[in-house]
Structure formats: C-alpha cells, structure tokens
C-alpha cells in the first residue's frame, strides 16, 4: 500500500513523501538492549572528528554510565589497526557527502591499496593473527593512532599507480534509459 500511494504522487517534495510514509508507520517497541536506545551515546561519541576523539568521548561515557557495551566497544577500537580505523573515518566523513558512482570508485581505490599492501601490510597481519597463528595478536604498523598521519590516510584514496592496475570504470547512466525520479535518487 505504501509503494502504491508514493508511485500515485507525482513529486519529489519530502514533506509530502515524509506524510505518506508517516500514514504507514508506527513506532516499533524496542528491546531494552536496542541500539536505537543508545543513539545518544552513539551520536555524541561518533560525530567527533577524529578517531582519537571518539576513543576519548567513549572513555567519557564510561565514566558516567559505567555500561558494559561501551567498554566493550572501546575495546573492540583499540583492539583494530589504527590505519584501518582512521581509513574508515575518512571513507564514512566523505562518503556522506557523494553520490553512489564516487563512492564506489573512493572504495575501490581504497580496497585496491589493502590487498595490494602497497602503504602498510595490516591487512596481510590481520590475516596472519587470525587465520595462519591464530594467536589473535596483530602487531599493526603504524602501531599508534597519532602515529598515523592524514598524508598516509590519504593515499589510500589515490588512483593506484600501476599501469597494469585499471581504475574502476562505471556506465554512464543515461544508457539506462531510468525514469527521471530513479536517477534523482540514485
């Protein structure tokens, strides 16, 4: 009913969108241990700049709610490669910015430079701590958060630099011939 009522609208204005949607909602009851309880902490938290910023604000949170899911999940960050978190960071910041083409060429650049191991090879020990050793013991490196700078971070977002190496090529929409409403949301 929900599709049938948004396909007989013939606009894109998200008040009229967000009132049909709203005539087929209703309010989930949610478990205690939801996340969406926790979106507060999480909001706070993870809308700081830097990954070292959002271990402090965690570190905060501990302190004043003394709850175990996040001591756990600071755990869990510091447990990660530090070049892996601030990758991360970095994709999601800019990600909510671009369409889907850009992000799936910033992804695949990124990736590219992972499997390579072309800047670092955390991921070649990741795999070892976990599949090879299994002593779940990875020495990353850089082994610190401050001793990974925005200039490394950055160049896993590059083109690779390999003549044998094909950037990713995505079609150009029109060929697809989508009504004018699909390619707006895509």
């Avoid at 756990?72 to 800019?94: E, G, N, Y």
Wanted: proline share 5%.
């Amino acid at each position: 009913m929900l599709e049938a009522a948004l396909c007989a609208i013939d606009s894109g204005d998200p008040e009229i969108i967000s009132s049909i949607i709203g005539r087929y909602s209703e309010q989930p009851s949610l478990k205690e241990q939801s996340v969406y309880n926790r979106l507060d902490v999480i909001d706070r938290c993870f809308s700081q700049k830097t990954v070292e910023e959002i271990l402090s604000a965690l570190g905060r949170e501990v302190v004043d709610r003394r709850e175990a899911w996040i001591s756990s999940t600071i755990q869990t960050l510091k447990r990660a490669s530090p070049t892996s978190l601030k990758i991360s960071l970095k994709s999601i910041r800019v990600g909510r910015f671009q369409g889907v083409g850009p992000c799936l060429i910033r992804d695949y650049r990124m990736v590219s430079h992972v499997m390579r191991g072309e800047f670092n090879k955390d991921f070649l020990e990741g795999c070892r701590a976990i599949l090879l050793d299994k002593d779940k013991n990875p020495k990353w490196e850089p082994s610190k958060l401050e001793l990974v700078t925005d200039t490394e971070v950055d160049r896993y977002f590059s083109k690779v630099k390999d003549e044998d190496w094909e950037d990713l090529k995505l079609p150009v929409r029109s060929k697809f011939n989508l009504p004018p409403y699909v390619v707006a949301k895509l």
